[in-house]
């Protein structure tokens, strides 16, 4: 089963998937699909607020975020890691739980990024809002280093995501029954 999306002006058949026996969703990667990355990146860029640097959590907006910051010019981007890596001197982290990873994950910034994030308007991207845990991990995290959170954007906003006023995006996506209709 699949469902067919419209980003933007762009189409793609997305694969349904369960979750739980009551709760499927459409698989959204843009990983690989570099017409889409592209396409996303210049639409979202196009209702961007102001802001000084872009951050997103590890691991499938990366292609978004890169693209975001080359298409704007930026010379840095933020990237919120799942884990501590040996080269991070220290470490801003919180914890989240997500639709589409199982069990409690991490975010962490090391201190020499929050050194940069501090007093800065930072814009936060995703892929996919659905619960809204990671975006809210997010905004600790830019908070924790003395960020300001000057927006928050993904391309897709699943489920009850598709109701909130505080995130631009640029298509709803719906969730699914066991049979593919949209609940």
């Not at 709760?23 to 690989?32: Q, T």
């Amino acid at each position: 089963m699949t469902y067919e999306m419209d980003i933007a002006g762009l189409k793609r058949d997305l694969p349904i998937c369960k979750v739980t026996d009551d709760l499927y969703i459409g698989a959204f990667v843009i990983f690989g699909d570099v017409e889409l990355t592209v396409h996303c990146a210049a639409e979202l860029l196009r209702l961007a607020p102001e802001y000084d640097y872009l951050i997103a959590p590890e691991a499938k907006a990366i292609p978004l975020l890169y693209e975001m910051a080359r298409q704007s010019g930026a010379e840095k981007y933020f990237l919120a890691r799942k884990k501590a890596k040996a080269y991070m001197q220290g470490v801003f982290e919180v914890k989240v739980n997500s639709i589409t990873t199982a069990g409690e994950q991490t975010l962490v910034i090391d201190t020499e990024d929050a050194k940069q994030i501090r007093g800065k308007k930072m814009l936060i991207l995703d892929d996919v809002i659905s619960t809204g845990e990671s975006l809210h991990a997010m905004e600790v995290l830019v908070e924790k280093a003395g960020g300001i959170v000057a927006g928050r954007m993904a391309i897709l906003a699943e489920g009850d995501a598709q109701k909130r006023d505080d995130i631009i995006t640029l298509a709803p996506l719906p969730v699914f029954n066991a049979d593919g209709t949209v609940k």
